[in-house]
């Protein structure tokens, strides 16, 4: 079972940058993806990635603002956030899953998560 660890989340303010981590445990599936929870809203995938060929996705309103990566290695992935705004304030969660099963429907461990807030 893959545990993963998230971190990296804090304040900020409007403008500012995050990097948040996750490390899984265990084996690693061939896609890994960074979630978030508003308050009141449903959990949504954000970014994903590819294990074996990095190539990312991004729902369109952080394209440009934010960056998946991958460290084999070290078998983390990472989430860069530029640009931050107060409606990307939100627990941000990671996971991992054969691809076509990155969703929230189909996944059923999860981290403790980490807050991101930022304020205007």
């Known amino acids: 079972q893959v545990q993963p660890v998230e971190s990296g989340g804090r304040l900020v303010q409007t403008g500012d940058s995050l990097k948040l981590a996750c490390q899984l445990s265990?084996?690693?599936?061939?896609?890994m993806g960074w979630f978030r929870q508003a308050p009141g809203k449903e959990r949504e995938l954000v970014a994903s990635?590819?294990?074996?060929?990095?190539?990312?996705t991004y729902i369109d309103s952080v394209k440009g603002r934010f960056a998946i990566s991958r460290d084999k290695a070290k078998n983390t992935v990472y989430l860069q956030m530029n640009s931050l705004k107060p409606e990307d304030t939100a627990i941000y969660y990671c996971?991992?899953?054969?691809?076509?099963?990155?969703?929230?429907?189909?996944?059923?461990?999860w981290g403790q998560g980490t807050q991101v807030t930022v304020s205007s």
């Open positions: 265990g084996r690693t599936n061939y896609v």
């Open positions: 996971a991992s899953a054969p691809a076509g099963f990155l969703t929230t429907k189909t996944i059923h461990s």
């Open positions: 990635i590819t294990w074996n060929w990095g190539t990312p």
